[in-house]
């Protein structure tokens, strides 16, 4: 439900951070007919038209709203887990103005009428922007390559086949060819389900000390490798749907060192925590790919920090009761992230670990750039998609206030630094924390 109609906005007096121009000042940003007008300092309430809603938003920050690029929602088919509605509802609530949903659904998201159905569900449910990516095989089965050109005029950003990796290379490499011709980006799961096997978290001491059975990094690393010498015999534009550590980073910088067409995202999961932080059997940070060591933590933070690492997302992944209150072993892999993602991230900020510049790029301008999406931004025209973020504001989180329908989340009772107050899209607001 919008909170407000669509008279202009002031937010005044506040600290605008804009990655799209490197902008970090104090002033104004005034919203108009749904888009941005300016941003700059000492607009003030005199310059602006007659009935604005003038917002003191002093001690406070400016940013445009999140592009979440990887996050499972249930329609079609598990609307149980998650709904567009409450997706959207978390979305907001956590500062996210776009979301990217995954085509793993049921019926998979593989052809035009999928696609269609989600667009017009969300059109009709959702308070925020959603769009699909659809499947890059049929059924999701790695098999036969779905119609990506026609996919992608039905409103298809982007082409992935969810959690499942294409271990076939002869049809990834035909995949990588085709998307081509139509400079579609192909967003893959970079995980060798053979060298997986039945390993439940990061292979290593602490896997041994619990008595599970490790997952070798190799498996994330190899299935990599063997991506980009596709890319560089096809010259598609690839994205690495989830990278988590060091021997990884070291394959993405030889790829946009070569200047082969490849980007990478990390999940907030794997940028704030570690294998350590599951503790006694904790099924909430099970997640695929698994928490790695701290010293893979630390190079993805840094790889973001310098660029190397090109998105933050969420990996929102709701799960049931029944599927997370089972042993570790036993236990679905996934947590939800979309209301968490940047009070997490601010983490790192107030710890000195990351930029803030930094962080909103990698959460807003980065992914609406590979996505072709006009969101991002702050400049004069461009659609008012903005949050307003209160970063010193202390809590601690209570699952119960989730606005997801699972609340599977990995930092359940944590105390948590900064949270989003108001959340704008296309100038309505559509979220404000009281």
Not at 130 to 137: C, D, E, K, L, N
Not at 293 to 301: G, M, P, T
Request: hydrophobic share 45%; net charge negative; proline share 5%.
């Amino acid at each position: 439900m919008m909170l407000s109609d669509r008279r202009p906005i002031l937010l005044a007096n506040a600290r605008i951070v804009d990655p799209s121009r490197d902008l970090d000042i104090v002033g104004d940003l005034l919203i108009a007919e749904g888009v941005i007008r300016e941003a700059k300092k000492g607009i003030g309430a005199a310059g602006v038209p007659e009935g604005t809603d003038v917002i003191d938003c002093r001690g406070k920050l400016i940013a445009p709203g999140l592009v979440d690029m990887r996050a499972f929602i249930g329609e079609p088919g598990a609307a149980s887990r998650e709904t567009l509605a409450s997706a959207s509802q978390a979305a907001a609530a956590g500062g996210v103005t776009t979301v990217i949903c995954q085509p793993d659904t049921s019926p998979a998201i593989d052809n035009p009428a999928t696609v269609d159905f989600v667009l017009r569900r969300a059109r009709d449910n959702a308070i925020v922007h959603v769009h699909p990516m659809a499947a890059i095989t049929k059924g999701l089965d790695g098999k036969e390559m779905t119609e990506i050109g026609l996919l992608k005029a039905a409103g298809a950003v982007a082409f992935t086949d969810g959690v499942k990796s294409v271990t076939n290379a002869q049809v990834m490499r035909r995949v990588l060819t085709y998307a081509g011709d139509f400079d579609a980006l192909i967003v893959h799961h970079t995980e060798d389900p053979n060298l997986i096997g039945d390993g439940v978290m990061n292979e290593g001491e602490f896997a041994a000390r619990l008595g599970l059975l490790g997952l070798p990094k190799a498996a994330e690393t190899v299935m990599l490798e063997r991506d980009i010498r596709l890319v560089a015999l096809s010259g598609g534009r690839y994205h690495a749907a989830s990278v988590t550590c060091v021997d990884t980073l070291e394959e993405l910088r030889r790829a946009k060192d070569a200047g082969l067409n490849v980007t990478a995202s990390a999940s907030i999961n794997h940028i704030t925590l570690n294998e350590n932080d599951i503790g006694p059997y904790r099924t909430f940070l099970k997640v695929a790919p698994p928490l790695r060591a701290e010293d893979d933590r630390k190079a993805l933070v840094g790889a973001v920090g310098a660029g190397l690492v090109d998105v933050i997302m969420s990996d929102h992944n709701p799960q049931d009761v029944e599927t997370k209150r089972v042993p570790f072993a036993e236990a679905a892999p996934g947590a939800i992230g979309l209301e968490t993602m940047l009070t997490a991230g601010l983490r790192l900020v107030h710890g000195g670990e990351i930029e803030l510049m930094a962080l909103l790029r990698a959460m807003s301008t980065r992914p609406a750039q590979l996505l072709g999406l006009p969101g991002g931004t702050l400049k004069s025209g461009a659609p008012a998609d903005v949050i307003v973020v209160d970063t010193e504001l202390p809590w601690v989180l209570d699952p119960n206030e989730l606005k997801s329908k699972c609340k599977n989340t990995p930092f359940d009772e944590a105390r948590l630094t900064g949270r989003v107050v108001r959340t704008i899209v296309s100038g309505r607001t559509v979220y404000e924390y009281v």
